[in-house]
């Protein structure tokens, strides 16, 4: 591939807009849901992905599942997105340029810890229904 349509690929990327939210790994076999949060949904999954076939995942009846089941068991899917007030691109220049030096990136981790209380409200609903969730 030439230089100048990879440079075009990597910025059409990073112009797309960014989405952030809740999403759940649902394991087909036994019903049971992991959850997770992402500032980056497009990523998630693989990232996800790359650490269960790493056997680096975080959560451990996940990552046991995940080896003894494979890709082919589970899915993935985006529940719920966090409302952002301004669509925001990957490269966070919209947060960049309409906040004072400092600002931005308290912006930036505010917006990861609402992705993480997002969470939160999905597993405790989960929980409530009964669901057999990995989370611990």
């Known amino acids: ?10 910025a059409d990327y990073m112009e797309q ?7 759940q790994i649902v394991n087909q076999t036994t019903g049971r849901i992991f959850v ?8 998630a999954w ?8 790493m056997g680096m995942h975080k959560c451990k009846p996940l ?3 995940w080896k003894k089941q494979g890709l082919d068991a589970f899915t993935f899917e985006i529940v719920d997105r966090l409302k952002l007030e301004e669509k ?4 966070y220049k919209d947060v960049f340029s309409l906040q004072q030096e400092g600002q931005a990136a308290q912006q930036i981790r505010q917006y990861r810890k609402d992705t993480q209380k997002l969470e939160q409200v999905w597993l405790e609903k989960l929980q409530e229904q009964g669901i057999d969730i ?3």
């Open 88 to 91: 925001l691109r990957f490269d």
């Open 1 to 10: 591939m030439k230089k100048d349509v990879k440079k075009q690929l990597a």
């Open 63 to 65: 990552q046991n599942d």
């Open 36 to 43: 997770g949060s992402s500032s980056n949904m497009s990523g």
């Open 46 to 53: 693989s990232r996800a992905r790359f650490e269960l076939d």
């Open 134 to 136: 990995y989370n611990e």
């Open 17 to 23: 807009e960014r989405v952030m939210g809740v999403y």
